[in-house]
Every structure is written in structure tokens, then in C-alpha cells.
């Protein structure tokens, strides 16, 4: 049983990375966000990725952090609308710099077509462990062996389905329905929060930000990354007040839901550094870290923030550089993308 007393684990983090990096910045320290109470809706709840109101049947679930392949032939992603959060970050030094994606997804029973999947890297186990969610993956160089039998590290390795669509072996696979339900089962992992779970990982603002009054605010209606192989760029949308994803040249679609495009409410982007393995491009990108710079993009406008993560399984932490306080992001999906640090300066924001 759980101690429902104890300050969670989420909470010191951010307290002992917003002490670190305030004082850093400012010589002191900043008051964190107070977070408000809203009256429930009935048989429902605030999801802690998203913060929009889901079933309360989901409260305990544990995510799933699924990788999939971000090559040209791989496309079209199935069901990768159905994502919460989706991380991009550079796969290998090598082939352009080719990005992989990983999809955190909460509601994973509705899953019927997700992929396909493929390999994952040690920056993933670690990232996925900041969620508590099962990383599910096909293989991967050796590196990732020790981070896989890491104490709060869980996955699911390859053995999804096989659906030939005309593509090389290594494009088709894909979890299907009920598959993943029955690997939680086989692998003997509870679908629930275990005592690794670090707490909530995003501070969420109880009003709609538009960052235009905010000190230091630009516009920013597109936003062009340092991916050359990939070329990926998310375009603001004013209709939808959120950020279309697009990559070679093309907006990204999914065909499982008519083509919805894929798009996010709210855009993290970190300068983070990395170090290469070996001469084949594996690398391990610098996660662990505190006082980097970073980028929050919401609404049509862009501000600068800083931030930390202080341990494997501890969440990633931003806070707002012009206040020194916990940055608040808005309800709805969100991109966070890890930027190589010797490409940090090529971003291009309009």
C-alpha cells in the first residue's frame, strides 16, 4: 500500500530544480505555480498528460511508451493521433541525423493499429521511465541491456503483430488490438502506477495561456528543427489553435482516423547534449541535466524556459526563464523534441 501522505516525488523534484536553477539565474528563489481544484465531472477526472477530462476508470493506469519508426518508408504512422505526448529526438549521427518518435499513450486498450515499431535507444528508458509507462519496442543495440534491467524500467520487446503492406519485414510491425493487455498479462506487470511512478510530470495553467503579454513573448507561427533528414517543422494552425507536424515536406497524417493531421497544443523543444557510442551512430543524448535552455510554444507565440531532470525515473522539469517560475503549459496534447546542442542554434522560428 501505498503511503498517500508522503510528498510526492514530483513535487520534490521540481522544488529542488526550481531552488537550483533560480538560484542560478536569479541569485534566489521563485514561488512555484499553486496548482487550483476544478469540480469533477461525473465518473471522470483531469488526465495527468493532458490534463482534459477523461474516464476516471484510467486514473491508476500506467502508460505505454511506444517507438516508432520516423523513416520515409515507414509512413504512414497508424494511430499515432492517439498519442498524448510524442517525443522526437535524433536517432543516430548517422543517415542525416534521422529522428525516431516515442508515443506516450494513456488510453492504450483503444489501441487497434499502432506503428510500426521499432528499436529503442538508452535515452528512451529513460524518458519513458519519467511517465511510468511500459516501453514497447523491437530491439536495440546492446547499450540499451543494462538501462532494460534498470529497477524501474518495464518493457515489452518485439513479437506485435505482422501486417504486410508491401514493405520491407522491419516496416510491419504494428500493435493491434487486445495485444498489449495480454503482454501485460504474460509479462507478470500490473496495468497500475507501481512505486516507481514519480508523480505528475507536467504543471498545468487552469486558464488558456496565450503567451502574448508575457515578458519576452514572440511570435513563433512556425517552427522549422535542426532534423535534416527528417526536415521536421510544426506550422501553426489558427483554426485549431494547435501545431500541425510535418516531415518531408508533407503534413503528417493518420489514416487510421480518416487522416487526421497530427497536432499538439503545446511544444517543448530542449537543447540537450548527447555523446556518440561508437562509429555506427548510436549515441545517448545528455538527459539528465540542469540549467538548459529550451523553448515553450503555444497559441502562436514562443517563450524561452529552462530546464532539469535530477535523476533517471525523475520527470523532466521547465521553468519559465523571464519569472524563474515552474512553467504552466495548456490542456491538450504536447511535442517534445530533443535538439542537439551543436544544432541548437540552426532552429528556425517565424
Not at 514497447?136 to 547499450?143: A, E, K, L, M, Q
Not at 502574448?212 to 521536421?232: D, E, K, W
Request: aromatic content about 10%.
Amino acid at each position: 500500500m501505498r503511503n498517500r501522505n508522503r510528498t510526492p516525488k514530483s513535487i520534490l523534484a521540481r522544488a529542488v530544480a526550481l531552488t537550483a536553477i533560480t538560484t542560478m539565474l536569479f541569485g534566489g528563489t521563485a514561488m512555484a505555480a499553486e496548482e487550483t481544484q476544478e469540480a469533477p465531472h461525473e465518473n471522470m477526472y483531469r488526465s495527468e498528460l493532458t490534463n482534459e477530462w477523461i474516464d476516471i476508470g484510467l486514473q491508476r493506469q500506467r502508460p505505454v511508451a511506444i517507438m516508432v519508426d520516423n523513416e520515409k518508408i515507414a509512413l504512414p504512422h497508424f494511430g499515432l493521433t492517439e498519442a498524448d505526448v510524442v517525443y522526437e529526438m535524433m536517432n543516430s549521427t548517422a543517415n542525416g541525423r534521422i529522428t525516431r518518435l516515442m508515443a506516450i499513450v494513456k488510453d492504450w486498450d483503444k489501441i487497434t493499429q499502432f506503428g510500426s515499431i521499432r528499436s529503442a535507444r538508452p535515452t528512451n528508458i529513460m524518458l519513458a521511465a519519467e511517465w511510468n509507462a511500459v516501453l514497447c519496442h523491437d530491439g536495440g543495440p546492446y547499450y540499451i541491456n543494462d538501462w532494460l534491467a534498470k529497477d524501474y524500467s518495464a518493457n515489452l520487446n518485439a513479437g506485435f503483430s505482422r501486417i504486410q503492406n508491401g514493405k520491407p519485414r522491419e516496416f510491419t510491425e504494428y500493435i493491434c488490438t487486445g495485444e498489449l493487455s495480454k503482454r501485460f498479462l504474460r509479462a507478470g506487470y500490473s496495468r497500475e502506477y507501481n512505486e516507481f511512478y514519480p508523480g505528475q510530470h507536467f504543471v498545468f495553467s487552469d486558464v488558456e495561456r496565450d503567451l502574448s503579454g508575457h515578458p519576452g513573448a514572440r511570435t513563433c507561427t512556425q517552427i522549422a528543427l535542426p532534423f535534416p533528414h527528417n526536415q521536421s517543422t510544426l506550422v501553426y494552425n489558427a483554426e485549431t489553435g494547435t501545431y500541425d507536424y510535418y516531415e518531408y515536406g508533407k503534413a503528417h497524417v493518420d489514416p487510421l482516423h480518416n487522416n487526421a493531421p497530427l497536432t499538439f497544443k503545446n511544444l517543448l523543444i530542449q537543447d540537450t547534449t548527447f555523446a556518440q557510442l561508437d562509429q555506427n551512430g548510436y549515441l545517448i543524448y545528455n538527459a539528465i541535466d540542469i540549467g538548459r535552455s529550451g523553448y515553450y510554444i503555444t497559441n502562436g507565440n514562443v517563450i524561452e524556459v529552462v530546464w532539469a531532470k535530477l535523476g533517471e525515473n525523475l520527470p523532466t522539469i521547465y521553468i519559465d526563464k523571464a519569472t524563474g517560475e515552474l512553467l504552466q503549459i495548456n490542456t491538450g496534447k504536447t511535442y517534445i523534441a530533443l535538439v542537439p546542442s551543436d544544432s541548437w542554434e540552426n532552429i528556425v522560428i517565424k
